[in-house]
């Protein structure tokens, strides 16, 4: 093979995977894809499926639209919206509340939003939550991206009940009033998409 159709196959596997994937798979993919794990892989008739989905290892269902692999659908959601959420052992409402209530100060770098409870939950067409009408979940988002793991400490020392940490680094912490967690999409002011 000649030089130059191999720097030819390497750049159009290159756009492929940058023009089809996610930034955080294209490293990934691409090496699978040069080391011929997931050149040819098709869904339903998937004689590299195995050897692929070794080569992804972790990454696998983040990565998997990028190959092929994916069984697609219509409810798929863009990667900045999934999310991860947890729940805070040690909670201290008066804390949240009382650190909510300075939600102008620039200092705390945080936005905070009020919604319905009954917000939170999804609900067929007609179907009221007459118990939870009247009350209010306060939730805070960072203004800057964090870690996981930041998010989690940060919600867990304003003394927030959860947190949700979306894929694009935003951060959700949930008062003690909030029934679930919160609003489904990030708020973050400076942590886009």
């Given at each position: 093979?000649?030089?130059?159709?191999?720097?030819?196959?390497?750049?159009?596997?290159?756009?492929?995977?940058?023009?089809?994937?996610?930034?955080?798979?294209?490293?990934?993919?691409?090496?699978?894809?040069?080391?011929?794990?997931c050149?040819?892989?098709?869904?339903?008739?998937?004689?590299?499926?195995?050897?692929?989905?070794?080569?992804?290892?972790?990454?696998?269902f983040?990565?998997?639209?990028?190959?092929?692999?994916?069984?697609?659908?219509?409810?798929?959601?863009?990667?900045?919206?999934?999310?991860?959420?947890?729940?805070?052992?040690?909670?201290?409402?008066?804390?949240?509340d009382?650190?909510?209530?300075?939600a102008?100060?620039?200092?705390?770098?945080?936005?905070?939003?009020?919604?319905?409870?009954?917000?939170?939950?999804?609900?067929?067409?007609?179907?009221?939550?007459?118990?939870?009408s009247?009350?209010?979940?306060?939730?805070?988002?960072?203004?800057?991206?964090?870690?996981?793991?930041?998010?989690?400490?940060?919600?867990?020392?304003?003394?927030?009940?959860?947190?949700?940490?979306?894929?694009?680094?935003?951060?959700?912490?949930?008062?003690?009033?909030?029934?679930?967690?919160?609003?489904?999409?990030?708020?973050?002011?400076?942590?886009?998409?």
């Amino acid at each position: 093979m000649k030089p130059y159709m191999l720097v030819g196959i390497i750049v159009t596997a290159l756009v492929y995977v940058v023009l089809s994937c996610n930034e955080n798979c294209a490293p990934t993919v691409t090496k699978c894809q040069l080391m011929g794990a997931c050149g040819k892989c098709i869904m339903g008739n998937c004689s590299c499926c195995e050897n692929c989905t070794k080569c992804l290892g972790e990454e696998y269902f983040d990565c998997c639209d990028c190959v092929g692999l994916c069984k697609h659908n219509n409810t798929h959601r863009p990667y900045h919206t999934k999310s991860t959420v947890m729940d805070i052992d040690s909670s201290i409402p008066s804390l949240f509340d009382a650190l909510t209530g300075f939600a102008n100060n620039p200092k705390l770098r945080i936005s905070v939003q009020q919604m319905p409870v009954e917000e939170e939950f999804y609900r067929p067409k007609g179907v009221e939550f007459a118990e939870l009408s009247n009350r209010t979940c306060v939730v805070t988002f960072f203004d800057d991206c964090l870690s996981q793991e930041k998010c989690e400490r940060a919600c867990s020392t304003m003394g927030a009940s959860r947190a949700r940490w979306f894929h694009n680094a935003c951060c959700e912490c949930m008062g003690h009033t909030c029934e679930s967690y919160g609003k489904n999409y990030p708020h973050c002011r400076e942590c886009g998409v």
